[in-house]
């Protein structure tokens, strides 16, 4: 099997101190958290940022240039920033795409919409056409988001359109409230339709974080973990650190025999 890529969602927009007093808020408690990340294993960081004063997620430019250079300073991670805007809030198409002006290597590509529990998750046609032609202009990679098997069809026809530039990366986000369920066959369904030489990983919602990177790893796909997706690290026990998600993924796999990808490996291994 190829080497095993580890992602780590480090923040995400939505949770909150009150949730758990572990999640990053600061500017340069993201940028910590991801530099932990990388030392611990994970060569690829996916990045919200938050607003110091509110704690909530923003597309703030100023904030995720922070956040970027204190990682860039002191790792070599592959860096993929968000698009996805706020929860519940329709922001502005050219709002959504500012991280883009900073060059990272892959951005998210959240390829349709979904209810998500009280909110509507926007992502209109308009919206991903803009994406997609400012990806292939400025050379960087999407990472497909795929909430439902709908969404992977989405990215298929973008594909065909030539708004997409394969190897196609696919990242896999099952047990959200209205999306497809955590399981072993909403995975396999989703790997049987991608294209042949696409690369895939897998996030697990909440208590589907660990299953689904277990499953992944021995299917041959990639892994994300991170206080984004899940806040425990165990059933009723809070995660302290992104590091120590990533650890045990690290610790699990060497001994299932994968060994982990270098952020050079995986570059290699995504394209980029």
């Given amino acids: ?157 973008y594909l065909e359109r030539g708004l997409l530039k394969p190897p196609l990366h696919f990242q896999f986000v099952l047990g959200t409230p209205n999306g497809m369920p955590a399981t072993a066959k909403s995975l396999l369904h989703l790997t049987e339709i991608i294209p042949g030489d696409s690369t895939w990983s897998v996030i697990g919602v909440g208590q589907g974080q660990f299953p689904m990177a277990m499953i992944a790893m021995t299917m041959g796909g990639h892994v994300r973990v991170g206080l984004e997706d899940n806040i425990f690290y165990s059933r009723g026990v809070l995660a302290k650190t992104n590091a120590e998600l990533v650890e045990r993924i690290v610790r699990i796999a060497r001994e299932f025999g994968r060994e982990i990808a270098t952020p050079a490996e995986a570059r290699n291994l995504l394209c980029l």
């Avoid at 923040?11 to 408690?29: A, D, H």
């Avoid at 990340?37 to 100023?62: F, K, M, Y």
């Avoid at 991903?128 to 988001?145: Q, V, W």
Wanted: with cysteine; proline share 6%.
């Fill in 1 to 157: 099997m190829e080497k095993l890529i580890i992602t780590v969602g480090i923040t995400g927009s939505r949770i909150t101190r009150q949730q758990t007093p572990y999640i990053p808020i600061l500017p340069e408690e993201i940028a910590r958290s991801g530099i932990e990340a990388w030392r611990a294993g994970a060569s690829a960081l996916h990045i919200h940022v938050r607003d110091p004063e509110t704690g909530l997620g923003t597309q703030n430019l100023s904030i995720f240039k922070e956040v970027a250079d204190r990682i860039r300073d002191e790792t070599d991670a592959i860096l993929c920033l968000t698009t996805s805007g706020i929860p519940g809030r329709n922001l502005p198409v050219s709002e959504r795409l500012q991280p883009l002006s900073l060059q990272p290597e892959m951005v998210s590509f959240d390829a349709g919409s979904i209810n998500m529990g009280e909110n509507v998750f926007l992502n209109p046609k308009e919206f991903l056409d803009a994406l997609a032609k400012e990806t292939l202009a400025r050379g960087i990679k999407p990472e497909l988001e795929v909430f439902e098997v709908g969404m992977a069809y989405t990215c298929l026809k």
